[in-house]
């Protein structure tokens, strides 16, 4: 009887070998985010942004399958040129040079980030990483409240709670500019800014 329990209970629990591997389903394929980079960059306050929240959360999402466009408010470039110079450098390159200017975005001066991240968010059905509640816009937005997605740093760790995702960072900005370029391009990241 136990021996009859012990093979059930190996032939319930092992895992079943395929003739061939599987080719590897990434977790994240066809899913759309748009980041809000400024927001995401300021988790600790305006007076220590930290560019490398944004390029790590957008490698991430990128290496599993997901589709990124990522907006920064049209101020960002002064808050990263006043706090940490090493940073400006990196930031000017994401937002100027391909293939990098094609995911992340500058809104033009004179409007504010939301509108687009909202806006091309509702267009793609995409997800939005954001701690903004974005209250202003949510009567005409009420989609927001179930496709939000927060985002906090615990022990050096980027986590998304609700992606059941934690994000080991690397030490500086460029770090991840190498590793962004080597991802494949994914159409529909491109988002037209008139």
Sequence with gaps: MKSLLARLT?????????????????????????????????????????????????????????????????????????????????????ITEQPWAETFRLVPSGTEADQWILELAKQQGAAVVSNDRFRDRAKSHRWIWKRRHGVRVIEGKLVLASLSAFIELLPQPEDYLHLLAQLPAKPGAEAEMT
């Design 10 to 94: 190996l032939r319930l629990w092992s895992p079943a070998s395929p003739a061939e591997p599987a080719a590897k389903t990434l977790p994240m394929a066809g899913q759309h985010f748009v980041l809000d980079g400024t927001n995401i960059a300021l988790l600790h306050g305006p007076v220590k942004p930290e560019l490398r929240y944004v390029l790590a959360l957008t490698h991430y999402l990128c290496e599993n399958g997901a589709t990124v466009c990522c907006f920064f408010d049209a101020n960002t470039p002064y808050r990263f040129r006043d706090a940490r110079s090493e940073q400006w450098s990196c930031f000017e390159q994401v």
